[in-house]
C-alpha cells in the first residue's frame, strides 16, 4: 500500500508521512524546516551539522506551520537564520536550482504589506551580480523575485498581495536550458528567458533567511518555515504538489 | 526581567571610548539562553554609530543610571559628573524614553529605550518604527 500524505494510519493502512518527508523525498541539497522549539541551531535535515543555520535573535515555536510544526517569529527588525556554511556554498548550484519558502506575515494589528519597508524572505547572494532573492517590497502589498546571474537580471513581482495566511513562495532557474519559472502557492506566475551565468560562491553574510545579509538589512516580519534548497529546477508539478501540506 | 529593545546612538564620543561602549552593551542582558530571542543581539546602523540590541535585561540594567555607570566607567571619572537629561519620543504609539548622557558639558551618546520599558510587543513595534523613521541610515535602498 502506498503511503499518502495528510492520511491516517487506520485509512491507508500505513504510516501517515510528514510534509518534511514529503519535501525530503523530492532530494533536496539542503532543508531547514525551522520547526525548533529551542536551541540556537537551525537543523539541515540533508546534511546535518555541515549545514546547520543559526538563528540569531527569532522567537522559536512562534506559531503553527503549514503543516501544524513550529515555526519562529522573525521580528522585522534584528532577527534572521544565518544558513550559510562551506559545505552549503560548495554544493549551492547558481545554474540549476530551486528554492522555496513558505511564509506568513505579522498578525494584526501589523500590517508588513503596507508598512513601506523592503523585507526579505531568503536571500542566496555570492555578489551584487549574482543573487538569488524573494522579498517583500517597500511599495504595498507586492512580493518580488529575483534571479540575477552575471549582472543579468530576471524578475517578476506579484501585486494585490494581503494575506495574513501561510503562503509559499518558489522560483526553480535552468540556465542549460535558459528559463526560469515562479510559483506563488504552487501556481506559476510567470518565466524568463536568456538566463545569465552565474559566478561565485555564497557569501557567508549574505546567505540569510528573513534578512539580506546579517546585519540584518531589510529584515522579515512574520514567521518563515520549510526552506529547502535544491541543485536542479523543479517541474510545475513537483511544486505544485509540495504546495499541498 | 525586561524583554525589549533599545538604540544607543553615538554623540559626541572617541573612537576608542566607543568601541569600549559597544563591547559593554554586548555584554548586557542575557547571554546564554536556549532561546535566541532572549539572547543579547544587536543591529548596527550602517555608519556604525549607532547600535540597536535587544535581549532580556535584568531591570536595572536598561536604567538610566546603569548607562550613566557604564560612562563613568570608561571615562575613568565619579558617576556624579556624568549628566543626563530624560525626555521621550514615540515612534509607534507607545512611547520611548530617551537618555542623553553628557560628561563636561558635552553629549556623549543617547539612549533610546523604545517602549518605555512597556511590554516587549510594545518595544518591538516603537523599534521598527525608529528604523523606518530612519530608514535612510538604517537600511540599504530599494
Known amino acids: ?245 | 526581567m525586561w524583554h525589549g529593545y533599545f538604540v544607543v546612538e553615538r554623540a559626541t564620543i572617541g573612537g576608542g571610548n566607543w568601541d569600549a561602549l559597544r563591547a559593554l552593551f554586548e555584554a548586557m542582558g542575557t547571554l546564554d539562553s536556549v532561546f535566541p530571542a532572549d539572547n543579547n543581539h544587536k543591529r548596527t546602523r550602517l555608519d556604525d554609530d549607532a547600535v540597536i540590541h535587544e535581549s532580556n535585561f535584568n531591570p536595572g540594567e536598561v536604567s538610566i543610571g546603569d548607562f550613566k555607570q557604564l560612562l563613568a566607567d570608561e571615562f575613568g571619572v565619579p558617576v556624579e559628573e556624568i549628566g543626563s537629561v530624560t525626555t521621550a519620543d514615540d515612534y509607534a504609539g507607545h512611547g520611548t524614553t530617551v537618555w542623553t548622557f553628557s560628561y563636561n558639558a558635552v553629549d556623549r551618546f543617547i539612549v533610546r529605550r523604545f517602549g518605555g520599558g512597556g511590554t516587549w510587543q510594545e518595544s518591538g513595534a516603537e523599534c521598527r518604527s525608529y528604523i523606518k523613521l530612519y530608514q535612510a541610515a538604517w537600511e540599504l535602498a530599494e
Open chain 1, 1 to 245: 500500500m502506498g503511503m499518502l500524505y495528510g492520511a491516517s494510519r487506520a485509512l491507508l493502512g500505513g504510516a501517515k508521512k510528514s510534509y518534511i518527508d514529503k519535501v525530503l523525498a523530492t532530494n533536496p541539497i539542503a532543508y531547514w524546516p525551522q520547526n525548533e522549539k529551542s536551541g540556537l541551531v537551525a537543523i539541515d535535515q540533508v546534511n546535518s551539522p555541515a549545514q546547520d543555520g543559526a538563528y540569531t535573535g527569532v522567537t522559536l515555536n512562534a506559531l503553527a506551520g503549514p503543516d501544524g510544526q513550529p515555526t519562529p517569529f522573525f521580528d522585522g527588525a534584528l532577527d534572521f537564520s544565518n544558513i550559510h556554511t562551506a559545505t552549503l556554498a560548495g554544493a549551492f548550484n547558481g545554474a540549476e536550482g530551486t528554492v522555496m519558502v513558505w511564509a506568513r506575515v505579522a498578525q494584526p494589528p501589523d500590517d508588513p504589506w503596507t508598512d513601506g519597508s523592503i523585507r526579505i524572505l531568503l536571500e542566496l547572494r555570492a555578489d551584487a551580480q549574482n543573487r538569488v532573492v524573494i522579498r517583500k517590497n517597500a511599495g504595498a502589498n507586492t512580493l518580488t523575485w529575483i534571479y540575477e546571474a552575471n549582472n543579468v537580471v530576471e524578475t517578476v513581482s506579484q501585486a494585490g498581495m494581503m494575506t495574513t495566511d501561510w503562503f509559499m513562495v518558489a522560483m526553480a532557474w535552468d540556465k542549460p536550458n535558459e528559463r526560469i519559472d515562479y510559483y506563488l502557492d504552487g501556481a506559476p506566475i510567470g518565466f524568463d528567458i536568456s538566463l545569465g551565468a552565474w559566478a561565485g560562491l555564497l557569501g557567508a553574510t549574505t546567505t540569510v533567511v528573513g534578512a539580506t545579509n546579517t546585519t540584518p538589512a531589510t529584515p522579515w516580519h512574520g514567521y518563515l518555515a520549510h526552506v529547502p534548497i535544491w541543485d536542479r529546477a523543479l517541474a510545475p508539478a513537483e511544486i505544485a504538489d509540495l504546495a499541498v501540506v
